[in-house]
């Protein structure tokens, strides 16, 4: 890498960036870039064996994050972004708006 290379934010050099750092902190500092705190790896994880990843994508370098580091309930109540109609009627109702809306 030359000096240039470094100063140039690409997708390259970020590409780089992420394959030099440890996987697990690449992964909490993309969660946390959308807001989301990871917990720490299951040691007894049978998928990613207390690493926190079960891999990398082969073009991007990116960890994949292993489940075990998601809270179980990832409360949608909490992001607010997403809700779930619970009946028909809301169901319905929802319908319309988009119908509305679109
Ligand atoms: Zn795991």
Do not use: V
């Amino acid at each position: 890498m030359n000096d240039k290379e470094m100063f140039l934010p690409t997708d390259e050099a970020k590409a780089a960036d992420i394959r030099n750092m440890d996987p697990l902190e690449a992964i909490k500092a993309a969660a946390e870039g959308i807001g989301l705190i990871l917990n720490d790896p299951n040691p007894n994880c049978k998928k990613c064996h207390g690493r926190g990843f079960i891999g990398r994508h082969a073009d991007t370098g990116e960890p994949i994050a292993c489940s075990c580091l998601f809270p179980k309930y990832e409360s949608a109540r909490e992001t607010g972004e997403i809700i779930l109609p619970q009946n028909r009627a809301q169901r319905r109702a929802a319908k319309k708006k988009a119908k509305k809306n679109g």
